[in-house]
């Protein structure tokens, strides 16, 4: 190498090193400046809002085996739906082909309560006609 291209070499690393120091000093003045005041903020109303509660707020119970959740039974309203817990079949471990990642939740059908008591206020509707047997023609 020449003796010029190392003296330009040694150059621009000197300045590299130096742009970072001189671009980190601080201004004249600015050490001795005192904080700006803070202004007291008056405090406001509290908001008026309520939260409501649903009327038909979720009941959920939860069934455990061995101290593990297998089955967890929520019940909004008319609707009640079944989630269970994601194990993979087989030998397939979380996060294989083999295994899903996701359980949708499940309803029971074909499910009725045929021993619930009537209710009184129903409207039941009228007992058909008896059909009584045509007079017989002469």
């Keep these: 190498m020449t003796l010029s291209k190392v003296w330009t070499i040694v150059t621009l690393c000197f300045l590299a090193a130096a742009i970072p120091l001189k671009a980190s000093a601080q201004q004249p003045g600015t050490v001795d400046a ?3 005041k803070m202004e007291k903020l008056e405090e406001g109303e509290a908001p008026g809002i309520t939260p409501r509660v649903s009327p038909s707020a979720p009941q959920i119970t939860e069934t455990r085996k061995q101290g ?6 929520v019940n909004t ?3 009640t739906y079944y989630l269970k817990p994601n194990t993979p079949a ?6 294989d082909a083999q295994s899903d990642v996701t359980r949708p939740a499940q309803w029971r059908v074909m499910e009725f309560d045929l021993n619930r008591p009537k209710e009184a206020n129903a409207t039941a509707a009228p007992a058909p006609a008896t059909l ?5 023609k002469k």
């Design 68 to 73: 593990k959740v297998t089955e967890v039974k």
């Design 34 to 36: 005192p904080p700006p």
């Design 77 to 79: 309203g008319r609707s």
């Design 90 to 95: 087989g030998s397939a471990v979380p996060g």
């Design 132 to 136: 009584q047997p045509a007079p017989a």
